[in-house]
């Protein structure tokens, strides 16, 4: 079984449309989370980080549940731009995030 | 935040040759880290690299394979040595600024070898 799992897609969806990606972790002690973005040929970037109390910055919300360890993202009114390969990073713990390990990704492609 | 440039961006190479990528970030960092990305999957942590000491490998990367230089805070190299066609892949330099966990990624060098 793999650390880190995701719903590798694709997930294509019109405009507008709300999305949701699940990843789930295997390690029990991770202690922080991610959500990365990267776009085609390109490195990838942080999208946002994700806090037990779930965080929103705009259209985006990330939840997390320790008990299940299982992160979301959730996407509402997709843009064209929005369409990427989505990762989950989990890490197990605080201080050296270089040591993270990284979901094989979700790829949304928005259509008009 | 932190800005890293690679060298090369991309090269073609003979298999049984060496390739050395070069790193450099516009800030001072204590840790480097390279990663790979194969074909449609996602990245693997190949090694940090630290100023002043010797990097520290993960599992199935060793030092004869992926030697790694570390002369000080702002660059670093990774060799790809005695190349194979399954060492065709996209290989990453990392950096944590700005905080504790956030990490910027240069641009990637993708590597083909024939």
């Known amino acids: 079984r793999k650390e880190v799992e995701q719903d590798p897609g694709p997930f294509n969806v019109p405009e507008g449309a709300t999305v949701a990606f699940n990843c789930t972790y295997s390690?029990?002690?991770?202690?922080?989370f991610f959500w990365y973005r990267q776009d085609c040929r390109k490195e990838p970037k942080l999208l946002m980080s994700?806090?037990?109390s779930g965080n929103e910055d705009g259209r985006f919300t990330a939840q997390l549940n320790r008990a299940s360890q299982y992160i979301s993202l959730l996407i509402r009114d997709s843009k064209l731009s929005d369409s990427a390969t989505y990762l989950c990073v989990v890490n197990p713990n605080n201080t050296n995030a270089g040591k993270s390990t990284f979901g094989d990704g979700t790829t949304l492609t928005v259509k008009p | 935040s932190a800005v890293i440039s690679q060298k090369p961006s991309r090269d073609i190479c003979q298999r049984g040759t060496s390739l050395t990528i070069q790193c450099q970030v516009d800030s001072q960092v204590t840790m480097m880290f390279w990663y790979r990305q194969q074909p449609g999957q996602s990245l693997t942590l190949i090694a940090t690299a630290n100023q002043g000491s010797e990097a520290t490998y993960e599992s199935g990367f060793v030092i004869d394979k992926f030697p790694i230089s570390r002369p000080n805070l702002t660059f670093s190299t990774l060799t790809v040595s005695n190349m194979s066609p399954e060492d065709s892949s996209i290989y990453l330099c990392s950096v944590v600024a700005g905080g504790p966990s956030e990490q910027f990624f240069g641009p990637g060098t993708r590597l083909t070898v024939l």
């Open positions: 390690n029990s002690a991770s202690q922080s």
């Open positions: 994700v806090y037990s």
